[in-house]
């Protein structure tokens, strides 16, 4: 009989504790049920990349060539299909800025991310005021 009583009290604490957690667990819940999604709540970064290019390396360099892709990166899906519109404005722009610098400048890391910031200057002022959260450059070759 001990052992029965025993029991039956080891079930009543597992009972309450599973109360207790079920009542815990409602309570932290939003109000239809569900737990929030934390990654759903920050937006997924959007990504443009540029087809690559190969163009002279630079101003005043002769045969010395430079590969080069660029990613941007949009917080806003609707500013990427507004960049994808304009992507051959955007080719412009990094064409008019890499073939601006010289062979020395681009070679040099403070360089490259000079050359990073004017592109996403100008494809700020192209596509709207802080539409490119970043800029990234996926392939970067000279020869």
Do not use: W
């Not at 709540?41 to 290019?53: A, G, I, N, S, Y």
């Not at 992507?87 to 890499?98: E, F, K, N, P």
């Not at 050359?115 to 005021?129: T, W």
Request: net charge positive; aromatic share 10%; charged share 20%.
């Amino acid at each position: 009989m001990n052992i029965f009583l025993t029991a039956i009290k080891k079930f009543a604490i597992i009972v309450q504790a599973l109360f207790i957690v079920l009542l815990f667990s409602s309570c932290s819940s939003t109000s239809d049920g569900k737990e929030p999604d934390k990654q759903a709540l920050k937006p997924e970064p959007v990504m443009l990349t540029l087809d690559p290019f190969i163009m002279n390396a630079g101003a005043y360099t002769a045969k010395k060539f430079i590969k080069l892709a660029v990613s941007f990166e949009f917080s806003d899906p609707v500013l990427a299909e507004k960049a994808k519109v304009k992507s051959a404005v955007l080719r412009d722009v990094v064409i008019t800025l890499v073939t601006q610098k010289t062979y020395d400048v681009l070679l040099s890391p403070e360089g490259k991310v000079q050359l990073k910031d004017e592109i996403n200057a100008l494809s700020g002022q192209l596509i709207g005021d802080q539409a490119v959260k970043n800029v990234y450059f996926t392939e970067f070759l000279m020869k």
